[in-house]
Nanobody, 114 residues
Framework: QVQLVESGGGLVQAGGSLRLSCAASGSFFSRLTVDWHRQAPGKQRELVATITSGGSTNYADSVKGRFTISRDNTKKTVYLQMNNLKPEDTAVYYC????????WGQGTQVTVSS
């Protein structure tokens, strides 16, 4: 059984940085592809970044060059380093195991003030 817990959200000024963490429990974490998604008020949830078991990454165009996804399998944790944050990055950020067993975390709020 995989469970995910996000942390690291908060309030930051535009241009600032935050690092989100997604800590997993359960076995075989290193074999899982993990995504970060976000959902802004009144908008659909969108995929932000993906990291495969082999460490390959992919990003939404809106965050390329600003966000970096990484993983530490020894800690069963996936990170999202977010730099040069913009007000439009304000959202609840969720991690998600994109390979079975598919699970969502509870989310962490990121608010970027202008």
């Amino acid at each position: 059984q995989v469970q995910l817990v996000e942390s690291g959200g908060g309030l930051v000024q535009a241009g600032g940085s935050l690092r989100l963490s997604c800590a997993a429990s359960g076995s075989f974490f290193s074999r899982l592809t993990v995504d970060w998604h976000r959902q802004a008020p009144g908008k659909q949830r969108e995929l932000v970044a993906t990291i495969t078991s082999g460490g390959s990454t992919n990003y939404a165009d809106s965050v390329k060059g600003r966000f970096t996804i990484s993983r530490d399998n020894t800690k069963k944790t996936v990170y999202l380093q977010m730099n040069n944050l913009k007000p439009e990055d304000t959202a609840v950020y969720y991690c998600y195991t994109a390979t079975p067993p598919r699970r969502w975390g509870q989310g962490t709020q990121v608010t970027v003030s202008s």
